[in-house]
């Protein structure tokens, strides 16, 4: 997408390939939804302009340290946000955002943010976003408030 296009985010993390022990800090399943959207200002006929969808995996990352009542209750609740509002739905027409796996991954962090109490916020470490078996990308807590 065109810079001029899109939100410019500092060091998130985009990647080929399958996950790695090193991406993997904790034994929880991945997250899974199905959903549909487009990118707009992309040149005319490109594939991604057009509607399609995805199968998408979502890794909550925590602090090894966090305690398994918190590690439940963050998982719980992100849980019921993915299946109520973006699980069969058009992302464009559910988000405020231009629904790139990166902004997907900064708006899953920010949200889980957002229904924490500060030492649920704390365990918080990134949000990684599965597009496809081998395409994701990662938004990090400490990306947002710029360290």
Known sequence: MPPERGKQLRAVRVGLGAATGAHRHVDDEPFAFEAAH??????????????HGHSYRVDLRLDQQTSPRRRARLRSRLAEYLDRY??????????E?????????EHLCAWTLSQADAREAAAVQAVRVWESPRRWAEFAQDERSGQ
């Open 38 to 51: 487009h990118l707009e200002g992309l040149p005319e006929g490109h594939k991604c302009g057009r509607p």
């Open 86 to 95: 973006l699980d069969h739905r058009d992302l464009n027409a559910v988000l």
């Open 97 to 105: 955002l231009q629904p790139t796996s990166e902004l997907l991954a």
